[in-house]
DNA sequence: ACCTGAACACCGTTCAAGT
DNA sequence: ACCTGAACACCGTTCAAGT
């Protein structure tokens, strides 16, 4: 009984530690003091460092099941019908750059993970990608989308663009703007009048 | 005399901090340590803050050079008549690439730059805005590119991507290829297979 | 098992005291 | 004039000691 307390407790405390940390990020960015959610949880430094490594680690917690949603997401549109694979693509970069917005710094976070193999956010940044990889060839192969983009260059320019925008207050309308004119860079046009060299050999 | 070698060693304390933040910049980011620069000039850390009230203060005073040539560049470009106003644009927004590429954090810095009316850096920055948005412009006029896009939005793709490249490494094919595809959400197509709204009213 | 917090090695920034 | 560096208020991270 004595250790199913400890335990219970010790669940607890990961619990208040998470609670407090999502509090932190929202206020200050994925860059918020350590010691700092510590000290709202009221435990010592020590223990937050025994739950978690580590701060990707406490990402990692806080973030991976809106990673696993963002990939849902990319299963689901794959499978509707009704919905043109580019629209699909372009649903899902949306709800891409909205997850990215979450915190004041997720978006390095982000690109450190797919990155760094040994991020411990690599593996559900990962599955995410390759389920937004699947939506860019299945637009690809319906000629609405240049060829010659990969995977990572669509990502990284959503990203960099919610970077940008997150630099300076972050206003959503901003955000809209910005996405469009990188989604138009994706977009495949019958003649193009320049800077597009997707159908060189 | 004492007063003139005082003010020489002012001088020569000077450049030999700016010396070793260009280093230093170059080694960490922008945001290396200003303690580890001061220890560098062999100066107590005071002096730096004296020569450089702020972080700012010392990226100004390295930096805002770069940024005159850049709007130098834009000028240069506008005036020579060989090069299509599209041409110049991508030209150009290429050199805003590269200039930004400098310094690790150096997007992070320009973007705070062109919002905050209180940077130090701000001046320097807005003119060079003020003449990427002539180049911008002109290629609208030219119709090449989207009417409905702003500088902003503009340099906020660029330096995005900069900052995207910068986080993984920052291989320069990548970088090209990302200029390449953010390029071509500027450019304006005669029928557009969607994501293009430039046309409407 | 789980938790604590002093200790270490760093920061940025200020300001009284020195030449 | 110009320079110094101790002092203050913070960090991230580790680890011996406590319950």
Redesign the interface.
């Known amino acids: 009984m004595a250790e199913t307390t400890a335990r219970t407790d010790a669940r607890h405390t990961r619990e208040r530690l998470l609670a407090a940390a999502r509090d932190a990020f929202a206020s200050y960015g994925t860059e918020a003091s350590l010691r700092d959610i510590a000290r709202r949880t009221k435990v010592g430094i020590g223990t937050l460092y025994r739950h978690f490594p580590t701060r990707e680690a406490l990402l990692e917690a806080i973030l991976d099941t809106n990673f696993d949603t963002l990939r849902e997401r990319a299963e689901q549109l794959l499978e509707s019908p009704s919905i043109a694979p580019?629209?699909a693509l372009?649903t899902w970069l949306n709800d891409l750059a909205v997850g990215a917005r979450t915190y004041q710094g997720l978006p390095?976070s982000i690109?450190?993970a797919?990155?760094d193999e040994n991020s411990e956010l690599h593996a559900s940044c990962a599955a995410m990608r390759a389920s937004g990889e699947r939506l860019l060839r299945r637009a690809q192969d319906a000629g609405?989308v240049?060829t010659d983009?990969?995977v990572?260059?669509m990502i990284?320019?959503i990203?960099?663009?919610?970077?940008?925008?997150q630099?300076?207050?972050g206003l959503s309308d901003?955000m809209a703007?910005?996405l469009?004119?990188?989604?138009?860079?994706?977009?495949?046009?019958?003649?193009?009048?320049?800077?597009?060299?997707s159908d060189r050999p």
């Open positions: 580019l629209e372009l390095h690109m450190v797919l990155a609405q240049r983009i990969t990572y260059e990284a320019i990203i960099g663009s919610v970077w940008a925008v630099q300076d207050g901003r703007r910005l469009d004119v990188a989604a138009h860079g994706f977009v495949r046009h019958p003649t193009a009048a320049g800077g597009d060299r």
